[in-house]
C-alpha cells in the first residue's frame, strides 16, 4: 500500500506544480493590460483573453485535482491508521463500515455491498449492504459474471473489474486473501474515473488487509486461548498424576510422603499420634502368576475401592470425627498405605486395622473366579517410631514382615527387636540368593519304615544349608524366606533334581524297592508347567516316574480345589505317587479328600507327639487311620520317636512310620551305610 501512495505522490510532483502556474496566469494577465488596442490588437487580444480564460479553466481544473489529490493522500494516510488499528478493531462490520466512508469521499456511490465466497463450493454471500432493493440485481449481475467466467479473470488479475449495465457502471474487485476465505467487494456508481479506480482499488486493498490482519490475529488468539487451555489442562493432569497411582488412582509414595511430613508438623509438639498402616496382599504373586495380569490388577482395583469404602471419614473418626485425618495410598506392587493422623490413642488405629482385614478377606470374583486373600499389616507410629517418612515406613514396613511370619493375616505394631530380626532375615536372603551357586545347599534323607516288616521302602529328601559362617541353618528358618522371596521355585527344583539323581545313584547299586518323597513348595504346586517341570527333570536324570512320590500340604491344595485335582490327575497319570503332608492340620474335609487322586495320607507329627498320653490326639489318629483306610489309602505317621507310639500305631495298622526312633535324617553317605546295612525296624513290645 505504501508503494501505491508513494506512487501518486511523485507523479503529482512532477507533473502539476500548483504556485508556478498562479505565477504565470498573473503575469500574462497583466501583460496584456497594457498592450494598445488597434484592430489587429483587438483581434490579438481577444485571442488572449480567450487563452487566458482557456488557462485559467486550466489552472482552476489543476487546482481541483490537486485538492483531490492532497485530500486523497490525508484519506490514505488515514487508512494508514486505520489498517494498523485493523487488529484491535476485530469486528469485520466495523471495518466495512469504515471503508465506506473512505469511499463516500471519493465519490457517491449508489450502491456500497460487500460480499464473500467460500473456496470449496465457490458460492456467495452478502455479508453487508448499505441499500437493501439493490441487493438482489447485484447479486444476479455478480452470478452472470461467474458464469461468464469474468470473476475468475479478476481474480486472477488482482485488479478491478468495470462492467457496463445499461447506464450504470459495475466495479467489481476481487481480493484474495491468505485464508480460505476470499473476499469480494461490488460498487455502483454512474461514472468512475480512472484515478477514482485507482484510489477504489487501494481503499479495497486496505480493507482486504485490515479483514485479513483482524481474522488472524482472532485466530492465532483463539488457538492461543486454546493452547493456554490445553497447558493447563495438561499441568492439571502431570500435577495428578505426579502425586497419584495411574492403576487405582490412590495418591502414590510420593503424596503420601508428603501427607505424612504434614501430619507430623501439624501434631509436633502436641499430645497426639500420627500412625502409618502398611499393608501388603498375602500370596498375591500367586494370583499374577495363575490368573495373569489383567486379574492381578483388577484384584488391586477392587482393594482400593474396598479401602476406600471401609474407612470413609464418617466411620473411621467415630472416636473424634473432627479430628481424625485419612489418607490411601498404593505404594507401589500390591503394597498399600494407611495415614491416620490427629488422634489422641491407638483404639482409632485397632479399629481400622481390623476393619481392614475383615474387608480385605472376603471373596473377589476374577475372570469368573471366586479369590479369597488376606493382608499382613505392620503399623509404626510418630513420634515413637521415627522423626520422618521415610523412617515411619521403613518401620512400617519391617512389622509388617513380622506379621507374615507369625502367620498373615494379622497386623504387628512396630517394636525394636523387629528390626534387628529383620535385618538378619535381610542377611539371610541374600546370603540364601547365592547358595546354591555356591554349593551350600545339600539333601538329607530320612527313611520310611513299613511297619509289618520294619524294612526300609523308601526315604524323603529334606533340605540343609550348610552356610560356611552359621554352620547348619534349620529349614524352618530359611524355607519362609525362601517361599517370601519366590526363591523357593529355584531351590524346589534343585532338590527335585538332586535327589532323581541319587535315585539313580541306588539303582544303580542295586537298591530298587524304594520311592523318593519330594516335598513340593506350594508355589511350586501352583505353576502351570509344574508336570513339564517334572517330567523334565525326570527325564533328564534318567529315572522312572514310578520310583517317585511328591508331598503337598493341605493349604497348597485348597486354594483352588478345582485346580489342584486336575494338576494332581495329571501326575498320578504320569505315574507319579501322591501324599498329603501334615494332614489334619489343615481343612480337608471328607468330601473334598475322596476327590484327590492321592496315594497317602501322612500323619502330622504334632498329632503323634502325645499320642500315648492325650486322649484327643488319639482319637484323632485313630479316626484318620480308619477313614484313610476305607478309603483305600496308605497312612504314614512322622515324628515317632519312641517305642510306645510305635506300639499304638502298630495296633491301629499304621502303614509306615518314619522318625528318630528308627533314624534321623542323614547324609548320603550315612544313609548309604544304612542302607548297606539291611537295619530293620525293632519292636520293644507287642500292641
Known amino acids: 500500500m505504501r508503494l501505491e501512495i508513494g506512487a501518486v505522490v511523485s507523479w503529482y510532483d512532477a507533473s502539476h506544480d500548483s504556485p508556478r502556474l498562479e505565477e504565470h496566469r498573473v503575469a500574462v494577465s497583466g501583460c496584456c493590460r497594457n498592450l494598445p488596442l488597434t484592430d489587429h490588437v483587438e483581434d490579438s487580444a481577444h485571442e488572449v483573453e480567450k487563452e487566458l480564460e482557456r488557462l485559467g479553466r486550466r489552472v482552476e481544473h489543476l487546482e481541483a485535482v490537486n485538492r483531490w489529490h492532497m485530500d486523497s493522500l490525508g484519506m490514505l494516510a488515514s487508512m494508514e491508521e486505520f489498517h494498523g488499528d485493523a487488529r484491535e478493531i476485530r469486528d469485520p462490520d466495523k471495518i466495512f463500515s469504515i471503508t465506506r466512508q473512505y469511499l463516500k469521499r471519493l ?55 468495470q462492467v457496463v449495465d445499461g ?24 461514472r468512475f474515473t480512472a484515478p477514482a479506480q485507482n484510489l477504489i482499488s487501494i481503499i479495497l486493498h486496505n480493507c482486504a488487509y485490515a479483514l485479513e490482519s483482524s481474522a488472524l490475529y482472532s485466530l492465532i488468539s483463539e488457538q492461543n486461548q486454546n493452547l493456554e487451555k490445553i497447558v493447563e489442562t495438561r499441568t492439571r493432569e502431570l500435577e495428578y498424576n505426579y502425586g ?24 509436633r509438639g502436641a499430645e497426639q499420634i500420627v500412625a502409618v498402616l502398611l499393608i501388603d496382599l498375602d500370596m498375591f504373586k500367586r494370583i499374577n502368576d495363575t490368573l495373569g495380569i489383567a486379574a492381578g490388577d483388577q484384584l488391586l482395583v477392587t482393594v482400593a475401592d474396598r479401602l476406600m469404602h471401609c474407612l470413609d471419614n464418617a466411620e473411621v473418626a467415630q472416636f473424634d470425627p473432627d479430628r481424625v485425618g485419612l489418607t490411601i495410598a498404593r505404594l507401589g506392587g500390591d503394597e498399600f498405605a494407611v495415614l491416620l493422623s490427629d488422634i489422641d490413642s491407638i483404639d482409632p488405629i485397632n479399629y481400622v486395622t481390623r476393619r481392614i482385614i475383615e474387608t480385605l478377606s472376603m471373596g473377589v470374583e476374577l475372570d469368573a473366579n471366586e479369590v479369597f486373600t488376606t493382608c499382613s499389616i505392620g503399623i509404626s507410629l510418630y513420634p515413637k517410631d521415627g522423626a520422618d517418612s521415610d523412617t515411619l515406613l521403613k518401620n512400617a514396613d519391617a512389622a509388617m514382615y513380622h506379621a507374615k511370619r507369625q502367620g498373615r493375616n494379622n497386623y504387628q505394631f ?274
Not at 447506464?167 to 454512474?190: F, G, I, P
Request: charged share 25%; glycine share 4%.
Open 167 to 190: 447506464d450504470q457502471q459495475l466495479l467489481l474487485h476481487v481480493l484474495a486473501t491468505r485464508t480460505r476465505v476470499r473476499r469480494l467487494s461490488a460498487l455502483s456508481k454512474a
Open 107 to 161: 465519490a457517491e456511490f449508489e450502491t456500497i455491498a460487500f460480499m464473500v465466497v467460500e473456496e470449496e463450493d465457490s458460492s456467495f454471500t452478502l455479508i453487508n449492504s448499505d441499500v437493501d432493493p439493490a441487493i438482489s440485481g447485484l447479486t444476479i449481475t455478480i452470478d452472470s459474471l461467474i458464469e461468464r467466467g469474468e470473476f475468475a479473470w479478476a481474480l486472477n488479475q488482482n485488479r478491478p473489474l
Open 414 to 687: 512396630y517394636a525394636e527387636e523387629i528390626n534387628e530380626t529383620s535385618y538378619h532375615h535381610l542377611q539371610l536372603e541374600n546370603q540364601l540368593r547365592h547358595a546354591i551357586d555356591r554349593e551350600e545347599l545339600l539333601l538329607h534323607y530320612q527313611p520310611k519304615v513299613e511297619v509289618t516288616s520294619g524294612r526300609i521302602i523308601g526315604m524323603e529328601a529334606l533340605i540343609r544349608w550348610n552356610q560356611p559362617e552359621m554352620g547348619i541353618v534349620s529349614p524352618v528358618v530359611f524355607i519362609p524366606i525362601a517361599e517370601y522371596t519366590g526363591l523357593i521355585t529355584v531351590i524346589g527344583e534343585w532338590v527335585l533334581r538332586t535327589a532323581c539323581r541319587q535315585v539313580k545313584n541306588w539303582l544303580e547299586q542295586g537298591f530298587d524297592d524304594f520311592r523318593m518323597s519330594v516335598n513340593l513348595s506350594p508355589q511350586q504346586f501352583r505353576q502351570a508347567d509344574i508336570l513339564q517341570r517334572i517330567l523334565s527333570i525326570v527325564e533328564s536324570e534318567e529315572v522312572e516316574p514310578r520310583y517317585l512320590e511328591v508331598e503337598i500340604t493341605e493349604g497348597a491344595i485348597m486354594d483352588d480345589v478345582d485346580a489342584a485335582i486336575e494338576t494332581m490327575q495329571q501326575l498320578n497319570d504320569a505315574g507319579i505317587a501322591l501324599s498329603i503332608d501334615d494332614f489334619g492340620t489343615g481343612y480337608s474335609s471328607l468330601s473334598y479328600l475322596k476327590r484327590f487322586p492321592i496315594n497317602t495320607l501322612k500323619i502330622d507329627r504334632s498329632f503323634v507327639n502325645d499320642i500315648t498320653s492325650d486322649p484327643d490326639d488319639a482319637a484323632i489318629v485313630t479316626a484318620i487311620i480308619a477313614m484313610a483306610h476305607s478309603m483305600g489309602l496308605n497312612v504314614i505317621a512322622e515324628g515317632v520317636e519312641t517305642d510306645e507310639q510305635l506300639a499304638f500305631l502298630r495296633a491301629l495298622k499304621c502303614d509306615e512310620i518314619q522318625g528318630y526312633l528308627f533314624s534321623p535324617p542323614l547324609p548320603v553317605e550315612r544313609f548309604n551305610e544304612l542302607l548297606n546295612s539291611d537295619k530293620r525296624l525293632y519292636f520293644s513290645r507287642e500292641a
Open 244 to 267: 497419584h497411582d495411574s492403576l487405582t488412582e490412590l495418591p502414590n509414595r510420593l503424596m503420601f510422603q508428603d501427607r505424612v511430613e504434614q501430619a507430623m508438623n501439624r501434631v
